[in-house]
């Protein structure tokens, strides 16, 4: 069975529950895969209780280094800090990244108005991601830019490394 690493902030209702949302969306649509998704790792990631840093980076390196393919959430007013960790050791052990970049400011790439903006200071209406993480995740995986793109993605990723 292969695994997919859901590598994501993990800190507030709204992201636990997309992330929830998300995985059920892929487990519906690739059945056979073995989603480690941290936040349902009570043990290590259960934030009433203790674990240390050295705890949480072991157990969860340990299951990303045991995933087929990754999948990384990108968005947030930054990229969550842990996502990126994440996305660097998985592509030291070249596991295939899918990320998840839904920002919708992305929107607009012809219109003229919003391409003169860039000439302007502080006036971009365009995101920003860093572009180093975004190359990590490029040179052995894909960027998609809806929830709905995301399992046609891992499938496509598993499909050439399996």
């Known amino acids: 069975?292969?695994?997919?690493?859901?590598?994501?902030?993990?800190?507030?209702?709204?992201?636990?529950?997309?992330?929830?949302?998300?995985?059920?969306?892929i487990r519906q649509a690739i059945p056979d895969l073995d989603i480690y998704l941290p936040q349902e790792q009570a043990e290590i990631n259960d934030k009433n209780e203790y674990a240390d840093s050295i705890a949480i980076a072991r157990y969860d390196t340990d299951a990303l280094l045991a995933s087929d393919v990754m999948l990384a959430v990108l968005d947030g007013l930054q990229m969550d800090p842990g996502v990126a960790a994440e996305v660097g050791v998985a592509y030291q052990a070249n596991i295939p990244i899918v990320g998840l970049y839904t920002d919708t400011r992305q929107q607009g790439s012809d219109n003229q108005a919003k391409l003169d903006?860039?000439?302007?200071?502080?006036?971009?209406?365009?995101?920003?991601?860093?572009?180093?993480?975004?190359?990590?995740?490029?040179?052995?995986?894909?960027?998609?830019?809806?929830?709905?793109?995301?399992?046609?993605?891992?499938?496509?990723?598993?499909?050439?490394?399996l």
Request: glycine content about 2%.
């Open 1 to 25: 069975m292969p695994k997919l690493y859901f590598a994501s902030p993990l800190f507030n209702e709204m992201e636990l529950s997309f992330n929830a949302m998300l995985a059920e969306k």
């Open 117 to 161: 903006a860039l000439k302007e200071v502080a006036e971009s209406q365009f995101p920003y991601v860093n572009l180093y993480v975004v190359g990590l995740i490029k040179s052995n995986g894909v960027v998609v830019n809806a929830s709905d793109k995301v399992s046609s993605a891992i499938k496509e990723l598993l499909n050439r490394s």
